[in-house]
């Protein structure tokens, strides 16, 4: 833009310097001259006020566009970010779904060796009541009664485990909902 500026100018020079060495034959040639004159200048005005405003326009449309290149750059690194904190969710979901499922086999299988022990449990009440009618001995009878004893308090450990069981299952449950609220709040 400047060398236009500068070319005006020139050219401007130039008409002057053509008008004064031709002999003046009219007046009306002189007003040609300075109307041809009053108009170059303002097209060079003009022409500065074009080349200043674009530059003005310019520089904003720069500064406007390395603006949005740094909010794309953030944006792209929060994407990545929650992209990595959705995986990792999903991760942790997996493991307490196999913890879940694992605690419930051992749960089932206590449960079974519950069952059995208080089978047991039954069967060997009614054989010591058997017992107690066919012998009159006291020593058979407290052996029977310490092991039925024994059986009572298995089944009473056994129980334990399984309600033990039972609340680990449930505060599974609980942490697996919580994950899955976040997953979907992030979705």
Sequence with gaps: MKTMWGLCLLCLAGSLRAARAAPVRKSGRMED???????????????????????????????????????????????????????????????????????????????????????????????????????NTSVSIKELQGRAEEQSNILKDLQYFTDFQKENIETQNEKLSELEKMSDAMT
């Design 33 to 135: 001259v300075n109307v041809l004159m009053f108009g170059a200048i303002q097209l060079s005005e003009s022409l500065n006020y074009v080349y200043e405003t674009t530059e003005a326009k310019i520089a904003l449309i720069s500064q406007t566009v390395r603006r949005h290149e740094g909010t794309l750059h953030k944006l792209g690194r929060e994407t990545e970010q929650a992209a990595e904190v959705e995986k990792q969710i999903e991760e942790v979901m997996h493991l307490l779904q196999a913890q879940m499922a694992k605690q419930q086999a051992q749960t089932k299988t206590a449960e079974d060796r519950l069952g059995r022990v208080e089978q047991e449990e039954a069967e060997l009440k009614s054989k010591v009541k058997e017992l107690e009618l066919h012998l």
